[in-house]
């Protein structure tokens, strides 16, 4: 017979105590019910919601998972069950078993009132996700939007919350609730710790308790946290404006590159390179609906087809106007002038002929979506950081074009002296034809870098054109290092002046500086040689 010592006894006891209470308290393994699933899935929208409340007070994964596949209307009642339908199978949300769905089972249907509910529970329940990326997002939302009717439910995530930044960002937006409580002192400890936010988002939610606040010293704390956040948003404001010039100054760069060779090379002033980046736009659009209805997995990589192809389209388009009309021209300024403002009309018709009026979208690939976070007042967007790079790129690729081949060889010697040139045995017309088709291509390539960040339609070109020629007038005409510091230049002081003084008259001020500083150095910022200064 086996005895057993006092200890040891004692020792079973509590083991077996402790195993009761660890069972006690262990929680099944999913919190929805078949009955639960199917009542969210019909009935009355109320009693609906009703289910819907019982249920995220005690969430898990398979609850977010069903909650997320009813708002995608993708549940289905097959023999008085819920199932989630994925590829022509109902997938039950509890056990995760598989059936065959026939195509007459009844659908779930929910108004706008239900799918406003499930929007806001999933909310609060990504607040449980396994992903911290998701949990981090969901709080984030919560402190946009404080819902008291969350406060239970953000609790009791934050005692399972393990992610000490992740904790802060709970605390923060328990405080952002708490902030509408009816207790002054509950009131005075939430803006007070709100103070460690740094967040626009909180900051807006302070003014707005300010004012509805009727206790002085709320009012206080409210007061102090708000300069507290506003002082620690100051170097996001400022590097947010010089980011948004630069990305300002690419555009501009680009759009004026193109002019900028061909006002250079042979004093046309081209009113249609508006036009010519619409029909860069407009060839990256097509390359992109062409790749959407037949090589849909590649889409990502459409613009890799889509940048050459709208140099081209557009280069073409402009060697085909030089060689139609400009070539009549030269010499005479203002009738060039006039020529092209009437192509750009054209062109512009032509387009609304055949894409209709209305803008089209164009859509950036999944590499290109999104940003980076540097500060919390400042994102950094991966479509204008790479339209930077972009123009860089470019304007690199032209530099050497210029410097460093034969045909800018030969484009140096025309534009320096036109008449020595031909006697050297240059052709000066064809010259004359691949330098415009070159700016026009850039034209195209600025273009498709616009389709990146807005609508792509038949006045796209309107916007940027006076701008363009303000940065090669004020740059020096034909001149690539000055078209940099104008282009630079000028779209940094813009977006400064935004800040100070609004669009309207931050476009005024910039005007008038071009005027005044035309006025006392004409050539621009370099002097330029060749016939343009002669003439």
């Known amino acids: 017979m086996i005895q057993f010592k006092n200890y040891d006894i004692k020792f079973l006891l509590k083991y077996f105590l402790l195993l009761v209470i660890v069972c006690a308290t262990l929680k099944p393994s999913f919190a929805i019910t078949p009955e639960q699933a199917k009542a969210l899935s019909v009935g009355e929208t109320d009693a609906r919601i009703q289910v819907l409340q019982q249920i995220i007070q005690e969430p898990d994964e398979k609850t977010l998972v069903f909650l997320q596949a009813l708002s995608d209307d993708s549940v289905k009642i097959l023999d008085g069950r819920a199932f989630i339908v994925k590829n022509n199978l109902g997938i039950d949300p509890i056990t995760g078993d598989s059936v065959e769905v026939p195509a007459d089972?009844?659908?779930?249907?929910?108004?706008?009132?239900?799918?406003?509910?499930?929007?806001?529970?999933?909310?609060?329940?990504?607040?449980?996700?396994?992903?911290?990326?998701?949990?981090?997002?969901?709080?984030?939302?919560?402190?946009?939007?404080?819902?008291?009717?969350?406060?239970s439910v953000l609790e009791r995530a934050l005692q399972l919350e393990q992610v000490q930044k992740i904790r802060e960002q709970f605390e923060i937006a328990k405080s952002s609730i708490l902030l509408s409580s009816e207790d002054s002192g509950v009131r005075l400890t939430a803006a007070k710790k709100l103070a460690e936010s740094h967040s626009p988002d909180t900051q807006l939610l302070l003014n707005q308790r300010l004012d509805v606040e009727s206790d002085p010293q709320v009012k206080i704390a409210i007061q102090a946290s708000i300069k507290t956040i506003v002082s620690s948003l100051v170097w996001g404001e400022r590097l947010g404006a010089l980011f948004t010039g630069i990305s300002l100054s690419s555009i501009l760069l680009l759009v004026a590159l193109g002019l900028a060779i061909t006002?250079?090379?042979?004093?046309?002033?081209?009113?249609?390179?508006?036009?010519?980046?619409?029909?860069?736009?407009?060839?990256?659009?097509?390359?992109?609906?062409?790749?959407?209805?037949?090589?849909?997995?590649?889409?990502d990589y459409y613009l890799v087809v889509a940048v050459p192809a709208s140099f081209l389209v557009a280069a073409l388009v402009g060697a085909i106007l030089e060689r139609c009309v400009l070539q009549f021209l030269y010499g005479r300024p203002l009738e060039t002038l006039l020529a092209t403002w009437g192509i750009s009309l054209i062109l512009m018709q032509l387009v609304r002929t055949i894409f209709g009026a209305q803008n089209v979208a164009v859509e950036n690939p999944s590499w290109m979506s999104g940003g980076i976070q540097v500060l919390p007042n400042l994102t950094l967007p991966w479509n204008r950081m790479l339209i930077i790079v972009f123009a860089a790129c470019v304007l690199l690729a032209m530099a050497t074009l210029i410097s460093k081949t034969r045909l800018g060889l030969f484009v140096r010697g025309v534009t320096q002296n036109r008449p020595m040139a031909a006697c050297m045995g240059v052709n000066t017309a064809r010259i004359d034809t691949y330098a415009f088709a070159l700016?026009?291509?850039?034209?195209?390539?600025?273009g498709c870098a616009l389709s990146q960040i807005g609508n792509v339609g038949p006045d796209l070109g309107q916007?940027?054109?006076?701008?363009?020629?303000?940065?090669?007038?004020?740059?020096?005409?034909?001149?690539?290092?000055?078209?940099?510091?104008?282009?630079?230049?000028?779209?940094?002081?813009?977006?400064?002046?935004?800040?100070?003084?609004?669009?309207?008259?931050?476009?005024?001020?910039?005007?008038?500086?071009?005027?005044?500083?035309?006025?006392?150095r004409p050539q621009g910022l370099f002097a330029v040689k060749g016939r343009s200064a002669e003439t």
């Open 263 to 299: 006002y250079g090379l042979m004093g046309v002033i081209n009113m249609a390179h508006g036009e010519l980046m619409m029909v860069g736009a407009y060839a990256t659009y097509v390359i992109q609906t062409f790749f959407i209805h037949h090589l849909s997995s590649y889409f």
């Open 105 to 151: 089972a009844q659908d779930v249907v929910s108004n706008n009132r239900m799918r406003g509910e499930l929007d806001a529970a999933l909310s609060a329940l990504r607040l449980f996700s396994a992903d911290p990326k998701l949990r981090l997002a969901a709080v984030k939302d919560l402190q946009k939007d404080p819902d008291a009717g969350k406060l």
């Open 439 to 446: 700016g026009s291509g850039i034209a195209g390539l600025a």
């Open 463 to 520: 916007g940027y054109i006076v701008d363009a020629f303000m940065v090669v007038v004020l740059g020096g005409v034909g001149q690539l290092a000055g078209t940099v510091y104008a282009a630079l230049g000028l779209g940094i002081i813009n977006k400064i002046l935004e800040g100070l003084t609004g669009a309207v008259l931050a476009k005024i001020a910039v005007l008038v500086f071009i005027v005044v500083f035309i006025q006392k």
